[in-house]
């Protein structure tokens, strides 16, 4: 009878140590912060560039009033913050205040350009961000200059892709700089048709949950889309290169539609530009 409670004892230690380490990873993997860096050169960049980029919070927070978000971005020391949507979840009222209160603080800081997703595609929002400082970007672009770099940004409020759609029916392409594309959703075959040099988009969250080698397990519409997938569903997290265009894909920093990250923690997205 001893033996038999002493197994129980410690069948039910070992069951609570496993929950213990299951909420650990959970809360390690889904609501702390990490920094993605990455660098691109070119021979249009002469000084170099850094740049933030902000993608999918969906209404979260990092420490009170975004304290341990703002610290990792002040880190990185950007010359200008491009995010790219889906900043609060669609209806969710705080979430909307904590993503502008958020984009109005640092473009206290920074210069912050933004585009929207498909959840925070609202008129509202965007007069609240420009009131605050922020220059929403639908269908523009802005000349920026670093130091002796010459950049153009341009910025899309696509939430879908017609089979129709063309970069040549809005935009003249420069190329005397270098050109930037912001975009929440990636569609690299016409964005490097086009001639952008580096595309800047989210959406994907990284697929939340991520295997080694495999990486995304399901991207809300098909099974191991980087393993078994084609196209654009392919480009889940991380940069890529097509001829000599670019996509930077970042994971972002929320949780949709469940708060559930794995070996895929929530990323601020550091780009440095370098001469080549």
């Not at 009170?64 to 900043?87: C, Q, S």
Request: glycine residues 8%.
């Amino acid at each position: 009878m001893k033996r038999r409670k002493e197994k129980k004892r410690h069948g039910c230690r070992n069951s609570l140590l496993f929950v213990l380490i299951c909420a650990g990873v959970w809360f390690w993997g889904t609501f702390t912060l990490t920094t993605e860096e990455i660098t691109i050169r070119s021979d249009q960049i002469a000084d170099p560039v850094t740049i933030v980029q902000l993608t999918d919070l969906h209404g979260y927070t990092f420490g009170k009033d975004n304290r341990y978000l703002i610290e990792k971005v002040k880190a990185a020391d950007p010359d200008f913050i491009v995010v790219t949507g889906d900043m609060f979840t669609a209806g969710d009222e705080a979430g909307e205040d904590v993503a502008a209160a958020l984009l109005g603080r640092l473009a206290e800081m920074y210069p912050v350009y933004s585009v929207n997703g498909e959840h925070d595609n609202d008129s509202a929002y965007e007069a609240r961000l420009e009131e605050a400082g922020v220059d929403v970007l639908d269908y523009e672009w802005r000349d920026i200059t670093v130091g002796s770099t010459s950049l153009r940004l341009y910025g899309i409020t696509n939430v879908y892709y017609s089979p129709t759609f063309d970069l040549t029916n809005e935009f003249d392409l420069d190329r005397s700089c270098f050109n930037i594309l912001a975009a929440h959703i990636a569609n690299f075959q016409d964005f490097a048709d086009f001639g952008m040099d580096l595309s800047l988009c989210g959406d994907s969250h990284g697929g939340l949950v991520r295997l080694p080698v495999i990486g995304s397990v399901y991207n809300g519409s098909s099974w191991f889309p980087e393993l078994l997938g084609s196209g654009d569903e392919t480009y889940e997290k991380g940069l890529y290169e097509l001829d000599d265009a670019k996509l930077f894909v970042s994971s972002g920093l929320g949780s949709y539609p469940v708060p559930l990250r794995f070996c895929n923690r929530p990323e601020v997205a550091v780009i440095h530009l370098e001469a080549e």
